[in-house]
């Protein structure tokens, strides 16, 4: 374990967080741009997995376990969420033959 704390801190903060906010970007964009509902859902997963790498890679530079344990969370919320958008877009599909997120504003009263 203590090979891997070694191995984290070898790159720089600054290239994580980096790194980082590229990911959550292109998941910004993704959500905003994409009309697909599972490419949204991807989106969102990119931009929660960004999250969890700077919580990650803020926990092992602050030498504090807590961080670690957020992101255990965060991954369980994420399991959740894609178990129930997957099954809301499977209805979706159901009742519209098709899975842009345009085509919801049907779904109205």
């Keep these: 374990m203590e090979s891997f704390l070694e191995a984290v801190k070898v ?10 906010a590229i990911i959550f970007s292109i998941g910004v964009i993704g959500v905003l741009i994409r ?17 969890n790498l700077l ?8 030498n504090d376990p807590n961080g670690q ?3 255990f969370f ?3 919320l994420a399991a959740a969420e894609i178990a129930i958008g997957l099954a809301i877009i499977v209805m979706i599909h159901r009742n519209t033959n098709s899975i842009d997120v345009d085509i919801l504003n049907r779904l109205k009263w």
């Excluded at 697909?36 to 999250?51: D, G, P, T, W």
């Excluded at 919580?55 to 602050?62: A, I, N, P, Q, R």
Aim: proline fraction near 2%; avoid cysteine; charge should be neutral.
């Design 11 to 20: 790159v720089p903060l600054n290239h994580y967080i980096l790194l980082s």
């Design 35 to 51: 009309r697909n509902a599972i490419v949204v859902f991807m989106s969102v997963e990119l931009m929660l997995n960004a999250v």
């Design 55 to 62: 919580l990650t890679v803020f926990s092992v530079y602050g």
């Design 69 to 71: 344990v957020f992101v």
């Design 74 to 76: 965060i991954m369980a």
